[in-house]
């Protein structure tokens, strides 16, 4: 890695002035937060902004609660916050699962959810678990807010719904009810490495033993997160314990992602891992479900 080129700084000390900077700068100007990704892609000289517009010194947006049914996460939250959080760890165990798994807690303590979900890239962990869960992306902008679904968010490879002056202020996944569960199951090549595969699933139980709900998001094998959608429709009503069902939710799976051979590994093995993972996925998710009945 070499120096990052010569860039402008701006460190605001509001919403309303770092929207209004975007807005002016338009095409030359980028936000940085934990910088944990913009960083590294400076140095190695993969696009040269102008202006970086340093949001970390915004106010109110740094917090982990559950409000209005749903689990709110301010954007300036760090991923440790996530592994940290107690409240996490024991009703959103999905996302407890992943964040733990992001990289090494050096990137983690710096580098922030929000961060992690804007910068699209298809190995990150935290946007298959906001597929997987229905979760949402608070993007303000010069006209206010606005609510993006996950699953219209993740647009293409390090592209995101978000508008050249938006920020990204929350992330927020429903409170699941009682009899849910969730996973996230990842594969590395080597420990703190992004994933050659993962699959997070979480499931609701309906009042016998069948799925009332499932979600599956996939990572690092296709161009963005994906949703399995046929996957999670193959659920529908079946129990996370019947083999067949969840044998064909896990082919279903594997053929919804498009994974590409490189150094972690060929497409075909990584398919596999998929059905693997979201196999295991549905079980385990299922068995924390049960356990968590209320
Ligand atoms: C060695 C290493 C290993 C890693 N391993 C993993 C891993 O295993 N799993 C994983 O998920 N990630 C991994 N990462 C990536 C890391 O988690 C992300 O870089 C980090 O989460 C990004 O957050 P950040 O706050 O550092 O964002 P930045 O690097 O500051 O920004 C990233 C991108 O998001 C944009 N952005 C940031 N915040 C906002 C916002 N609020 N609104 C609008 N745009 C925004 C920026 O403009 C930029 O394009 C690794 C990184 C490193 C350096």
């Known amino acids: 890695m070499t120096l990052p080129p010569r860039f402008g700084y701006a460190a605001p000390r509001s919403l309303d002035e770092a929207v209004r900077v975007l807005q002016a700068r338009g095409d030359e100007a980028k936000v940085l937060a934990g910088g944990q990704s913009m960083i590294p892609l400076l140095k190695l000289r993969v696009g040269a902004p102008a202006l970086l517009v340093d949001i970390q010194k915004l106010p109110g947006l740094d917090y982990v609660e559950e409000s209005g049914g749903f689990l709110r996460v301010g954007a300036l939250t760090r991923v440790a916050a996530l592994c940290r959080s107690d409240l996490v760890r024991r009703k959103y165990q999905a996302l407890h699962d992943a964040s733990l798994t992001v990289a090494d807690p050096l990137v983690r303590n710096l580098g922030t959810v929000g961060g992690n979900l804007c910068h699209g890239d298809p190995a990150n962990d935290l946007p298959a678990v906001m597929l997987a869960m229905g979760g949402e992306l608070v993007a303000t902008g010069p006209a206010g807010a606005r609510t993006v679904r996950a699953d ?36 590395e090549q080597k420990v703190a490495d992004f994933a050659t595969a993962a699959a997070a699933v979480q499931v609701t139980l309906d009042r016998g033993s069948g799925c009332a709900y499932v979600g599956i998001g996939l990572a690092g094998v296709g161009a963005t997160a994906i949703k399995a959608k046929k996957a999670e429709e193959a659920m529908a009503g079946r129990e996370p314990t019947d083999r067949k069902a969840v044998a064909e939710a896990a082919g279903l799976a594997a053929e919804a992602s498009s994974p590409v051979s490189d150094i972690r590994g060929t497409a075909e093995y990584k398919k596999r891992l998929v059905r693997l993972l979201v196999a295991r996925g549905l079980e385990k998710a299922g068995e924390r479900a049960r356990r968590g009945a209320r």
């Open 152 to 187: 219209g968010f993740f647009v293409d490879t390090f592209t995101t719904a978000l508008a050249r002056d938006e920020i990204l202020t929350e992330a927020r996944v429903p409170s699941p009810p009682p009899r849910s569960g969730g996973v996230y199951l990842k594969v």
